[in-house]
Nanobody, 123 residues
Framework: QVQLVESGGGLVQAGGSLRLSCAAS????????MGWFRQAPGKEREFVAG????????DYEDSVKGRFTISRDNTKNTVYLQIDSLKPEDTAVYYC????????????????WGQGTQVTVSS
């Protein structure tokens, strides 16, 4: 089992920045590729970003490229999502997810999920 706990969400104005964190506990963190998803009200959950076990490979949904940066620190068992130039349409609950394997595959099943952290962007 892997437990994932997100933090860092909040209410920010458009154009602002946030850094989300996802702390993992349980199994060996570096055994997992990690990803971030989000779910806006009334919409399906969507992939945002993924990172390989060692941070060497990253993947982003097109709409967030250039504004979102995923990273990880395996010594701290934590994955991060830096969000810059926030837009009202970024408002959503953000979830982190863990996949067994080296590379995060956006269409593959994620084995573990956090509870989510709310990001609200005001215009």
């Amino acid at each position: 089992q892997v437990q994932l706990v997100e933090s860092g969400g909040g209410l920010v104005q458009a154009g602002g920045s946030l850094r989300l964190s996802c702390a993992a506990s349980g199994r060996t963190f570096s055994n997992y590729a990690m990803g971030w998803f989000r779910q806006a009200p009334g919409k399906e959950r969507e992939f945002v970003a993924g990172i390989s076990w060692n941070g060497g490979n990253t993947d982003y949904e097109d709409s967030v490229k250039g504004r979102f940066t995923i990273s990880r620190d395996n010594t701290k068992n934590t994955v991060y999502l830096q969000i810059d130039s926030l837009k009202p349409e970024d408002t959503a609950v953000y979830y982190c997810a863990a996949q067994i394997g080296a590379v995060f595959r956006r269409f593959n099943k994620s084995h573990y999920w956090g509870q989510g952290t709310q990001v609200t962007v005001s215009s």
